[in-house]
């Protein structure tokens, strides 16, 4: 799909002409995801060009679109150009994800009461979970 889209028609709200833009993008998704996979390929993927002119359209990560088009609106632009093709991708290996911190030293275990491994079980597991630069050399 390659199209461009005006945000100023006579007689139409900026707004809903938006709206508009992303209801087609959305819909050419679906009607995408819906197409049946060519063998041996596992998911549909999407190359997304975003630009004011279909000359000045840069690659864009499809996550980031629609958020684009809101972006093109509130600057001002009159009209922007988007164009998406899908395409059929063979999903790869996984990438190694960290490892879960150790929570206890076995040598230490038969040591601390229930009661002290709860606490830091789970101050060590809300800060593994929520704080990105933690680190066990932080562990109280």
């Known amino acids: 799909m390659k199209q461009s889209f ?3 028609l006579p007689n139409r709200h900026r707004d809903r002409l938006l709206e508009a833009s992303k209801h087609t993008v959305r819909k050419y998704v679906a009607r995408q995801r ?3 996979l060519p063998p ?9 060009r975003f630009g004011s002119t279909e000359q000045e359209a840069m690659d864009v990560h499809f996550a980031t679109l629609i958020a684009l088009m809101d972006v093109a609106a509130g600057r001002g632009e009159n009209a922007f150009f988007v164009s998406i093709r899908g395409h059929a991708v063979v999903r790869g290996p996984r990438a190694k994800t960290a490892e879960a911190p150790v929570l206890l030293d076995p040598k ?4 601390v ?3 002290q491994l709860a606490f ?11 704080d990105p630069l933690w680190h066990p050399s932080k562990s109280p």
């Not at 041996?40 to 997304?48: E, I, K, L, P, V």
């Not at 230490?108 to 040591?111: D, F, R, V």
């Not at 079980?121 to 929520?130: Q, R």
């Open 108 to 111: 230490l275990e038969n040591q």
């Open 120 to 130: 830091r079980a789970t101050f060590l597991v809300s800060n593994w979970l929520w």
């Open 6 to 8: 005006q945000l100023d």
């Open 34 to 36: 819906r197409a049946p």
């Open 40 to 48: 041996g390929s596992d998911y549909w993927d999407f190359a997304c």
């Open 113 to 115: 009461n229930s009661r």
